[in-house]
């Protein structure tokens, strides 16, 4: 089974930055993408930023202008820098593998907290 492992995450002040990051155990390139989605208490998970086996990149309107997903297909790692870092912002990031188009993410990693306060 494919193992996703994120880390980064920690306390930050407002207007910070993170560079949050999920190291995977098995090729990246294999999944049709790649994405990180986040959890508030109270809140459904909702999706941060995405990247596909062709590189299109789909972005929350949120974070847009603030994060920036990349991916190291050598190192089997995506990663998330995030910027201008907002209180909310503050959730639980969860690293995610989408294996094919036709499915919904369904591999995800044991997320990594994220707090922005002052």
């Known amino acids: 089974q494919v193992q996703l492992v994120e880390s980064g995450g920690g306390l930050v002040q407002p207007g910070g930055a993170l560079r949050l990051s999920c190291a995977a155990s098995?090729?990246?390139?294999?999944?049709?993408?790649m994405g990180w989605y986040r959890q508030a208490p109270g809140k459904q998970r909702e999706l941060v930023a995405t990247?596909?086996?062709?590189?299109?990149?789909n972005y929350a309107d949120f974070v847009k202008g603030r994060f920036t997903i990349s991916r190291d297909n050598i190192k089997n790692t995506v990663y998330l820098q995030m910027s201008k870092l907002k209180p909310e912002d503050t959730a639980v990031y969860y690293c995610?593998?989408?294996?094919?188009?036709?499915?919904?993410?369904?591999?995800w990693g044991q997320g990594t907290q994220v707090t922005v306060s002052s």
């Open positions: 995610g593998g989408r294996w094919s188009y036709y499915r919904e993410f369904d591999y």
């Open positions: 098995a090729s990246i390139y294999n999944f049709y993408a």
């Open positions: 990247i596909t086996q062709g590189g299109n990149i």
